[in-house]
Structures are given as structure tokens and as C-alpha cells.
């Protein structure tokens, strides 16, 4: 258990890079698997999940190795079917494993995959998915038996425009004998860097980005070179720290159309949003206005995974905010966290009300999840006194070193 010590009552102020995006390295890496010659990732995050998925690579027979700051896949020596429990129960993007490895040695086995503490987190729009491709699932005692020998094209209608079913239905795909179409389809853009870097490896996916996506066979050419997008969350965290303190922070790197929801808030708050061809700049107020409602959606709407940094902005904000977590039920661990720290909210199921309080005083808080745990962080920085954050290798797995960047944009923070 690892610790972050935040000296409240700094301004963040300066320029910062976007890093590669955490949730397209992650299912990039698992699509690794369909590549026939080794390939080259630029701009690959050094991340707790984005190591875990390397061992787990690793554990399949793949050779996973950094070359400086290029992240190198051989997959050609992969030959195991099986995951480790230990891995997948260590991060939750090992279910992307299953549409690649289906695909590639036409089985897998699995267990349930783990992941943050935000609620209950179904695999069954994976499963049906899979299911539609003609891979025969048997789930026994907590295992899934995945067999794929009569994978075939399909028509696939999501409930719901799940970002990892998706994905694995992508990945799938690839491999199926004819043309699949994913109705209902995530628009997210890592989706969409997904389709990209597939396409590289000689596939034909067309579609990303809109809810209907196209996916054919194709022959995979020698190697593939690709760079991971940047990470729309970890910028949005760090202009959201602007808004809470007042400062002022450019995120190069990183294109205003990523972060369209989340700037439309800095702006209805009060913030001063500046963006060029590949940089976002916030100069926040001196106190940022209350939100009158934020809604979490799927993209192109508010992103679940900004909603915490938000809600730490509505606790210092004037006046009454209201948020509503449509994406996941239990999302809202660090409402009592902040309150620790003199915020005022009440939750109700997924509606939080926040009001606004003037001033913050720091304390001992927990991080219960990775984004909730950034969101305390940014809340101690405007905190009268010191404010101790536990867990914070939590925070890691979304964050290289959450500290540092903030510290070079002229916050005080120790880990111990
Ligand atoms: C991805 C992101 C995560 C983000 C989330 C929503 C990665 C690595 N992670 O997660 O950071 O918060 O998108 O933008 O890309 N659901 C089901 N059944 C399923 C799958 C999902 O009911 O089989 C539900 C989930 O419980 C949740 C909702 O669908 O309520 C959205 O989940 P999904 O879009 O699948 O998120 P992830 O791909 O897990």
C-alpha cells in the first residue's frame, strides 16, 4: 500500500504532454495476438494494468519486451490457450483476450476477470457476442470454456454499446469466414484506434467511431508499426486540477474534439478554454460555478471516467451541482471521501448532489477506485493542510506518476 501526501493550496500552472491512452493500449496489446509478425507500439503507457496485460501476454508465450521507449510484441510463439487466474483477476481488460485468442487458436479459458471496485461489472455482452459468432461458451464453476472451431460471420446486435464487447467481437471477427457487422457499436475513439491499428495488421475494419462497424478477413502483412492515441482521461483530469485550483495548464498532445463534453463543463463552470491543432489550455476562475447537471454517457456524451475529477470540481464549486452515473452502479465511492474533507453531498442510487463548499480541509481519505482516487488527489490540492490519499498504487494504474506531473505543474506531493 503505497500513500500520496498532498500539501493543499497549490495553483497548477504550466504545460503538460498527453501520454498514450491506458484504454486503447489495452485491448491494442490483446489484438497483438493476431498479428502474424511482430509488431512495434509507440507511445505504449507504463501503467500497472498495461504491465499486467504484459505478463499475461507473456503467460500465452508471447515475447513482450521494451526496446527504449517502443514496446516490441512477438506473438508468433504463442500457444497457450489458458489464462492464469491470478492475472485476469488483476485487471479487467483480460476479457479482451478472449475475442483475440478465439480468434487465433480457436479456444480459450478464462475466469471472471477483476477490475476497479465500481459495481458489478457483467461479462454477458462478451458472451453473447461470441456466441453470435458461433464460438460455443460453457460456463462451469466460474470458468468459461470458449471454443471457437465454428467461428462464422455474423450480424451482431449489442444491448448495449458496451466498449469492451465491442472490441472483442472486433477481434473475433478478424478471423471469421465472411463480412461481421456490430450493430449498437461503442463510439469511443480508442475503438476507433483499435480499428486503425487492426487495419495495420492487413484486417479489414471499417466503421469505428460510428455505431455500425464492418469487419472482414484479410491477410496480415509482415509487421505493423503503431502509436497509441493519447489519453483523453488522464488530459481531462489534469485541466479539470486547473478548474479546481485556478490555475492555468496546457495539454499538448491532445485534440479539443477527445474532450468535447468534458470542455463544454470547464466552459459552463467558469473555465477559460483555449485548444490549437494538438493542445487543450483551461485557465480556471477563482472559483469555479456550480454544474447544474452532469450526466455520464456513452461517447460522444460525458465520460464515466471524468465524473469523480467532476465531482471533486462541484464540491469546491459555488452553489449546488447535480451529477447522475449512468454507466456504472456504484460509482461514487469518493462522495464520501470528499466529505471527509469538509465537502457536502448526498448520493442517492446514481444521483449525487453536490454543494458546494468554500473551503476544503485535508485529511486522511482512501482511494476505492482509480479515477475516484485522482478526483482526491485534485481535491487536496485545494485543501487547507495536508491530506494523506491511500492507495494510491490504485491511482497507478491509470496514472504513471500522478505526482510527478502535478508536481511539475507546481503542486506538492509526496508518496511515502
Ligand atoms: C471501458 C473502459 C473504462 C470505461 C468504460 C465506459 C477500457 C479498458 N475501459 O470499460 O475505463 O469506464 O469503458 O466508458 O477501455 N456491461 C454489461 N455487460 C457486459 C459489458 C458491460 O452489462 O458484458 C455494462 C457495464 O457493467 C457498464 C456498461 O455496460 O455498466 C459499460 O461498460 P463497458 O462499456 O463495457 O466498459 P468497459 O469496456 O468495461
Redesign the pocket.
Given at each position: 500500500m503505497s500513500q500520496l501526501i498532498v500539501t493543499g493550496g497549490s495553483i497548477l500552472n504550466g504545460e503538460i504532454n498527453a501520454p498514450g491512452a491506458?484504454?486503447?493500449a489495452?485491448?491494442i496489446l490483446a489484438a497483438t495476438l493476431l498479428a502474424k509478425e511482430p509488431v512495434c507500439l509507440n507511445g505504449c503507457p507504463k501503467l500497472g494494468?498495461v504491465k499486467n496485460m504484459i505478463k499475461l501476454m507473456q503467460s500465452l508465450g508471447c515475447k513482450v519486451f521494451w526496446e527504449g521507449e517502443a514496446l516490441i510484441v512477438d506473438s508468433r510463439s504463442a500457444q497457450c490457450h489458458e489464462m492464469p487466474d491470478h492475472l485476469l483477476k488483476a485487471i479487467?481488460?483480460s476479457?479482451?483476450l478472449l475475442g483475440p485468442m478465439v480468434a487465433r487458436f480457436k479456444k480459450a479459458i478464462a475466469t471472471s476477470p477483476g477490475?476497479c471496485d465500481?459495481?458489478?461489472?457483467?461479462?454477458?455482452?462478451?458472451?453473447?457476442a461470441l456466441r453470435s459468432l458461433g464460438v460455443v461458451i460453457d460456463e462451469r464453476h466460474g470458468t468459461l470454456y470458449c471454443d471457437g472451431e465454428n467461428l462464422r460471420a455474423a450480424t451482431i446486435h449489442l444491448d448495449?454499446?458496451?466498449?469492451?464487447?465491442?472490441?472483442n467481437a472486433m477481434m473475433a471477427a478478424v478471423a471469421a469466414n465472411g463480412e461481421t457487422i456490430i450493430q449498437n457499436a461503442?463510439r469511443?475513439p480508442?475503438v476507433v484506434d483499435l480499428q486503425e491499428f487492426l487495419c495495420k495488421l492487413g484486417y479489414h475494419v471499417q466503421g469505428a467511431g460510428s455505431s455500425e462497424i464492418c469487419v472482414r478477413p484479410g491477410c496480415a502483412p509482415k509487421s505493423a508499426k503503431h502509436t497509441i492515441m493519447r489519453d483523453r482521461?488522464v488530459a481531462g483530469t489534469y485541466l479539470c486540477g486547473a478548474a479546481i485550483t485556478g490555475g492555468d495548464v496546457c495539454v499538448r498532445g491532445i485534440h479539443k474534439e477527445l474532450l468535447g463534453s468534458v470542455l463544454s463543463k470547464l466552459h459552463e463552470c467558469g473555465c477559460e478554454v483555449e485548444t490549437g491543432r494538438d493542445y487543450v489550455r483551461a485557465i480556471g476562475p477563482k472559483r469555479p460555478q456550480e454544474l447544474k447537471r452532469v450526466e455520464t454517457l456513452?461517447?460522444p456524451g460525458f465520460?464515466?471516467?471524468m465524473q469523480a475529477q467532476m465531482f471533486a470540481l462541484c464540491t469546491v464549486a459555488e452553489g449546488t451541482s447535480v451529477i447522475v452515473e449512468n454507466?456504472?452502479?456504484n460509482r461514487f465511492h469518493h462522495a464520501a471521501e470528499l466529505s471527509r474533507m469538509g465537502g457536502e453531498n448526498s448520493v442517492n442510487g446514481s444521483i449525487a448532489v453536490i454543494r458546494g463548499v468554500k473551503k476544503l480541509t485535508g485529511a486522511l481519505v482512501d482511494a476505492w477506485d482509480l479515477?475516484g482516487g485522482a478526483a482526491l488527489v485534485l481535491a487536496a490540492l485545494r485543501a487547507e493542510g495536508e491530506t494523506i490519499v491511500r492507495g494510491a498504487q490504485i491511482i497507478d494504474r491509470?496514472y504513471e506518476a500522478i505526482e510527478r506531473d502535478l508536481n511539475a505543474l507546481g503542486a506538492t506531493i509526496v508518496r511515502a
Open positions: 491506458k484504454n486503447a489495452l485491448p494494468d479487467r481488460s476479457i479482451f477490475g465500481i459495481g458489478r461489472r457483467p461479462i454477458d455482452l462478451h458472451i453473447k448495449y454499446p458496451s466498449v469492451g464487447a465491442t472490441e461503442a469511443e480508442e482521461i456513452p461517447y465520460p464515466t471516467d454507466v456504472f452502479e479515477r491509470g
